[in-house]
């Protein structure tokens, strides 16, 4: 946005990185936060309030609403800026498995009578999320509902809402019919510019440290570790793999909180000779983690988008996923193969590319091509043109009144 002569404030919690690591920016304001699974935010928001009016803001954007997300919200109403929400983290499955997000959004969804468009069919709709039990026979956990009904309510306040998947808008389009909401949607994945080669040397030190010989076969999962990612199926369908291929690895690149409970599972496999884990890693060195690997698998079906999808098609590697509404830079059939959500599947999929080096050279070129589609700068002019389309609607109801 800078790049193409806009002004842009960054409003972000702090917590979990190390003071030195982002470089100071009077554009930057460092939310004070602490990290647990996740962040959570402490600030005054009539302090910050304060501040954002001074900055004249035409526009206010958030990503996913939590706490900065209903500031935002807040701030957008106070000062005549155009809202828009960014939707990037499925916070309806992530609730079921972070018991603190699922308390945020209880405790937290009190503070949003103070940001929706006040309306009797709003005030209803959010009485109606905290005293409707569960419904029998359900499977849909009350907390579920309640973030569902939540989102929807935030985002119909919202000028626009920016999906980045079909999945994503569909889902969030889904909830706000359940509250009889209209929402004005739009689908805009974020840009993810393709990765440079890896520096000389880097591709045969790599092998050395971690044990890759020239003939093996090695399908790599790089990303956070995380529960939600689904990275168990990949230590599971190991040993499967090995019964075809007994030159298979698996590389498992990244760190979080989930690693330990990973590395625990691939001691206990049969396969665990096999399984390298090679923690926390710098973007740059993506390139040659994906040098090394003949496969890029996914089993994650529980994100809104994925950038290591794009990372891994800009850099040729050829896709096994479970998730097919998840990003467009995977076409089933034309830059990898879809599985089921099943350690059998999985292998399969992956000894298939294995088998086939004309299939994976295919694959792998047109992922490259696919990728080019989703720059940053091609995204983010997308994102200004919306931009541009909603100031312009204030103009014309300012001009009209």
């Not at 694959?363 to 080019?372: D, H, M, P, T, V």
Request: glycine share 6%; with cysteine; hydrophobic share 45%.
């Amino acid at each position: 946005m800078e790049q193409l002569g806009h002004e842009v404030f960054i409003f972000a919690p702090d917590g979990g990185v190390v003071r030195g690591r982002l470089p100071e920016d009077s554009h930057i304001i460092r939310l004070p936060a602490f990290q647990y699974d996740l962040q959570m935010s402490l600030f005054s928001p009539v302090s910050l309030l304060r501040r954002i009016k001074a900055l004249k803001l035409d526009i206010i954007q958030f990503y996913t609403p939590a706490q900065v997300g209903l500031l935002a919200a807040w701030a957008a109403h106070h000062t005549g800026a155009v809202l828009v929400g960014k939707h990037s983290t499925d916070t309806y499955e992530y609730c079921r498995r972070y018991a603190a997000m699922s308390a945020g959004y209880v405790f937290g969804g009190f503070l949003a009578p103070f940001v929706l468009k006040p309306s009797r069919h709003n005030v209803h709709e959010y009485a109606k999320l905290y005293l409707t039990p569960r419904r029998r026979g359900s499977n849909e956990r009350w907390t579920q509902r309640l973030v569902a009904g939540l989102m929807a309510l935030l985002y119909s306040s919202c000028d626009a809402v920016v999906a980045v998947s079909r999945k994503s808008a569909d889902q969030l389009l889904g909830f706000a019919a359940r509250h009889k909401l209209s929402l004005n949607m739009h689908v805009i994945p974020d840009g993810v510019d393709t990765l440079p080669p890896p520096a000389s040397g880097a591709i045969d030190a790599f092998r050395a440290k971690w044990g890759i010989e020239e003939d093996d076969q090695v399908v790599v999962n790089f990303g956070r570790m995380a529960e939600e990612k689904n990275q168990v199926i990949l230590i599971r369908m190991m040993p499967l793999l090995l019964e075809s291929h007994p030159k298979a690895k698996l590389l498992l690149a990244g760190d979080f909180v989930y690693r330990g409970k990973l590395e625990q599972m691939a001691a206990r496999s049969t396969a665990r000779d096999r399984i390298i884990f090679s923690g926390r890693y710098e973007r740059e060195e993506i390139s040659t983690i994906a040098a090394v690997s003949e496969v890029f698998a996914f089993p994650s079906v529980e994100d809104t988008q994925g950038f290591v999808l794009n990372e891994a098609a800009g850099l040729g590697l050829p896709i096994v996923m479970c998730d097919h509404e998840l990003n467009d830079v995977f076409v089933d059939g034309r830059d990898g193969l879809l599985a089921e959500n099943s350690p059998r599947d999985f292998a399969a999929k992956v000894a298939q590319l294995f088998d086939d080096d004309a299939l994976r050279a295919r694959f792998g070129a047109n992922g490259i091509e696919l990728a080019k589609q989703f720059s940053e700068r091609h995204q983010t002019e997308q994102m200004l043109a919306l931009y541009e389309e909603l100031l312009e609607e204030v103009n014309r109801e300012c001009a009209s009144v």
